[in-house]
């Protein structure tokens, strides 16, 4: 797999987050995740907690 490669990378952040363990999810770049969270055509329910997460990350972060 090449990460370098958009779709590939888009590919693998969705599969980490619909199958993966907590300790693949942290590998995650959150922010990169932000940018790109409505193209990862996700289950609802999982698009609505990470996009809820998200938003409160950024809220306390900022």
Not at 24 to 38: F, G, H, Q, S, V
């Amino acid at each position: 797999m090449d990460l370098d490669d958009p779709f590939q990378r888009r590919w693998y952040i969705r599969q980490v987050l619909l199958h993966g363990r907590e300790e693949d999810i942290r590998t995650l770049d959150l922010e990169e995740l932000a940018r790109i969270l409505d193209e990862l055509d996700l289950p609802a329910h999982l698009y609505r907690l990470w996009k809820a997460f998200l938003e409160e990350r950024s809220h306390a972060s900022g």
